[in-house]
């Protein structure tokens, strides 16, 4: 069976085929970074209109590039959220017109299961359970994940999630929009001992986030400086460092709560080679293992969608006739498959 899977929920425009026995045969993806760079940011509007333009063509090319027709479709899967409201209904729509169309179920997905479910794309692939650290812009999650739609929130961000802090300095040291590639970029440049940022909340006895303090201890260190050019590395490296830092700490501590010693590390972030570097050793000092997905699939992209997708579909879990979306949708509230 394959299935169609429709990414749209933020500023990128991702459409991917998976084959339950060959696994992903084809996936493209459309960024919108040159066109929000201009913002510093993502527009809401200019970003559904951007899906509405790219959707049917990207549609075409992936069933062009994974030699499927549209009749070899079982379902199509598409993100139902949490997202933008606008860039939701662009995939949705299409999707929910392309299964009437063919006669087909639709299958909406939750936009961050299919995150923690990406480094099941890979080889070799997580076993359940496992630890899963959903690391984004809009999200920092310690999960304890039984099987697929078993979830139990560990801990969570209380205010700024990791993604947003690195979005927040990278504009504070001057790092043009999307400033985590840069901010990582800058960073290796750095003095690992120049500062020392707050790790935030290492003493509450939770799994807890909280990235607020460590944005206002960048921006003082910012203000203060006489010699910004010749300090942004350091600033860089410093922050990056208490980031991942605080992150090994709090997922050491779920971990230990759980008695587990698998850790599933997804999202935007998890393609910071810092942090994959630091999880990674932790892993390894415990006698466990650090699974990724590989950094084109941290960030949104459709090939997380269909997999997800599919595994919804074959538990026979099929959206409405209705076009679905839900720009806010808790993760916990999802069926077990």
């Known amino acids: ?31 919108q970074i040159a066109m929000h760079a201009e913002y510093g940011g993502v527009v809401p509007e200019l970003a559904s209109r951007d899906h509405i333009k790219r959707v049917v063509p990207l549609v075409r090319e992936v069933l062009v590039q994974s030699e499927t027709s549209m009749h070899d479709l079982c379902a199509i899967a598409y993100t139902a959220g949490p997202g933008l409201i606008g860039a939701l209904l662009v995939g949705a729509t299409e999707a929910r017109a392309l299964a009437y169309a063919l006669n087909i179920p639709a299958v909406p997905v939750h936009h961050m299961e299919g995150h923690l479910l990406a480094p099941m794309l890979e080889d070799p692939a997580p ?51 999307p400033g985590g590639p840069g901010l990582e970029k800058l960073a290796q440049k750095g003095n690992s001992k120049a500062f020392h940022f707050p790790r935030p909340m290492l003493d509450r006895p939770n799994c807890d986030f909280s990235f607020a303090g460590l944005k206002t201890a960048v921006l003082n260190a910012v203000h203060a400086s006489t010699d910004l050019e010749k300090q942004k590395g350091d600033i860089a490296r410093c922050f990056t460092d208490a980031v991942a830092d605080t992150l090994r700490h709090k997922c050491e501590r779920a971990l230990n709560i759980t008695g587990l010693n698998t850790l599933v590390v997804a999202g935007g972030v998890s393609a910071n080679t810092a942090i994959r570097s630091c999880l990674s050793e932790l892993m390894e000092n415990r006698g466990g293992k650090a ?47």
């Open 1 to 31: 069976m394959r299935i169609l899977g429709i990414e749209s929920s933020c500023d990128e425009t991702g459409v991917a085929v998976f084959d339950d026995e060959k696994g992903l045969v084809g996936h493209v993806l459309h960024t």
């Open 127 to 177: 076993t359940f359970p496992f630890v899963a650290l959903l690391i984004s812009g809009g999200h920092t999650m310690l999960i304890k994940v039984e099987k697929p739609g078993s979830y139990e929130l560990l801990g969570q961000s209380v205010d700024d999630a990791a993604g947003e802090a690195f979005d927040k300095t990278a504009k504070l040291l001057g790092i043009p929009y």
């Open 291 to 337: 699974f990724f997905a590989r950094r084109e699939f941290c960030t949104d992209n459709g090939a997380m969608i269909a997999l997800a997708g599919m595994m919804r579909f074959k538990a026979g879990q099929i959206g409405t006739l209705g076009v679905d979306v839900f720009p806010r949708w808790p993760l916990d509230s999802l069926k077990v498959l």
